[in-house]
């Protein structure tokens, strides 16, 4: 491994709670994004422009986006799936990327979307012209990278054409998701390689959920193979209501641990996530599950900040 560092994006804000069934209130998703500033995150995916008939959590988007800290260097990430989501996150004028999303199978992107994966594709591009426009980066995530929970394997080939085609509109990086965790290192590593080069030189991101435990692997698979912005969610919450049986994202602590401990900078303090993860554990009233949080503490793990 000869990576010196790594973006990390945090997406506990959405990604980690959007599935959550209890409500959570503004307020402590606006302390969850203080605590995320304050461990050194500085850019955190902080809300979603859904329908909140489909997905409740998020319906406090424009509440969320009111009360965001102002914090120099911090790059706030709005999720939107279609062009009325992305009209209703430019608004809050809160928001510094927009993150639209494409579905690289049929059902899968019908029932997270209401569209056909080509559909999808469209729309996407779309949402980037839409936040250049406003001033605002544009990035997309390919959904289902890895698999899909209705029609199982994804061909590669569909996910690297997808990819080529994004990067016509210059977005600032493309993302390829494990939506239900059933990626392994060498389809990871394989399938980021050919990305990187059908889009360079736009940065690959990987966002992977750890359903079948082989989320960490896949990080540092994904690293490996040349992607250089990672997504991970505190304590490891996490899932996707459309897509059955997704687990939890990989936790931030534990990729932080992992990367951190391997000589590569996340800028992240990890003794201040565990904090973090402490605060989460409790709000939640339950264990999460994130296992650096659960362990004890390492010397020389932790980065400055």
Same mark, same amino acid.
């Given at each position: 491994?000869?990576?010196?560092?790594?973006?990390?994006?945090?997406?506990?804000?959405?990604?980690?709670?959007?599935?959550?069934?209890?409500?959570?209130?503004?307020?402590?998703?606006?302390?969850?994004?203080?605590?995320?500033?304050?461990?050194?995150?500085?850019?955190?995916?902080?809300?979603?422009?859904?329908?909140?008939?489909?997905?409740?959590?998020?319906?406090?988007?424009?509440?969320?986006?009111?009360?965001?800290?102002?914090?120099?260097?911090?790059?706030?990430?709005?999720?939107?799936?279609?062009?009325?989501?992305?009209?209703?996150?430019?608004?809050?004028?809160?928001?510094?990327?927009?993150?639209?999303?494409?579905?690289?199978?049929?059902?899968?992107?019908?029932?997270?979307?209401?569209?056909?994966?080509?559909?999808?594709?469209?729309? =996407?591009? #779309?949402? $980037?012209?839409? *936040?250049?426009?406003? /001033? +605002?980066? !544009?990035?997309?995530?390919?959904?289902?990278?890895? @698999?899909?929970?209705?029609?199982?394997?994804?061909?590669?080939?569909?996910?690297?054409?997808?990819?080529?085609?994004?990067?016509?509109?210059?977005?600032?990086?493309?993302?390829?998701?494990?939506?239900?965790?059933?990626?392994?290192?060498?389809?990871?590593?394989?399938?980021?390689?050919?990305?990187?080069?059908?889009?360079?030189?736009?940065?690959?991101?990987?966002?992977?959920?750890?359903?079948?435990?082989?989320?960490?692997?896949?990080?540092?698979?994904?690293?490996? =193979?040349? #992607?250089? $912005?990672?997504? *991970?969610?505190?304590? /490891? +919450?996490? !899932?996707?209501?459309?897509?059955?049986?997704?687990? @939890?994202?990989?936790?931030?602590?534990?990729?932080?641990?992992?990367?951190?401990?391997?000589?590569?900078?996340?800028?992240?303090?990890?003794?201040?996530?565990?904090?973090?993860?402490?605060?989460?554990?409790?709000?939640?009233?339950?264990?999460?599950?994130?296992?650096?949080?659960?362990?004890?503490?390492?010397?020389?793990?932790?980065?400055?900040?």
């Amino acid at each position: 491994m000869t990576t010196a560092a790594i973006d990390f994006v945090e997406v506990g804000p959405r990604d980690g709670l959007q599935n959550e069934k209890a409500l959570v209130t503004t307020a402590d998703k606006l302390e969850l994004i203080r605590r995320s500033l304050h461990a050194g995150a500085r850019r955190i995916e902080v809300t979603s422009f859904v329908n909140p008939k489909r997905v409740p959590q998020m319906a406090d988007a424009e509440e969320v986006c009111a009360g965001l800290p102002q914090v120099e260097g911090a790059s706030y990430i709005g999720l939107v799936l279609n062009a009325r989501g992305a009209e209703r996150a430019i608004a809050t004028g809160r928001l510094h990327e927009l993150g639209a999303v494409c579905v690289a199978s049929e059902r899968f992107a019908i029932a997270n979307q209401g569209q056909t994966s080509a559909e999808s594709l469209d729309a =996407a591009r #779309a949402i $980037v012209t839409m *936040a250049q426009a406003a /001033g +605002l980066k !544009g990035q997309v995530t390919i959904a289902a990278s890895f @698999g899909c929970p209705f029609e199982g394997e994804v061909a590669e080939d569909r996910v690297v054409a997808m990819a080529a085609t994004l990067a016509e509109a210059s977005p600032a990086e493309v993302a390829l998701a494990d939506t239900i965790g059933v990626g392994d290192p060498a389809h990871v590593a394989r399938l980021v390689r050919r990305v990187a080069a059908a889009i360079a030189p736009l940065p690959v991101r990987v966002h992977f959920h750890n359903t079948r435990g082989t989320g960490l692997a896949n990080v540092w698979a994904a690293i490996e =193979a040349g #992607a250089s $912005v990672v997504d *991970a969610a505190l304590g /490891g +919450l996490g !899932g996707c209501p459309f897509a059955p049986g997704a687990a @939890g994202n990989v936790a931030s602590e534990d990729v932080i641990y992992m990367l951190e401990r391997a000589g590569i900078r996340t800028g992240m303090d990890l003794a201040k996530m565990v904090e973090a993860n402490m605060w989460l554990t409790t709000l939640m009233g339950r264990k999460l599950p994130s296992m650096v949080a659960q362990a004890p503490a390492f010397p020389g793990i932790c980065a400055e900040g």
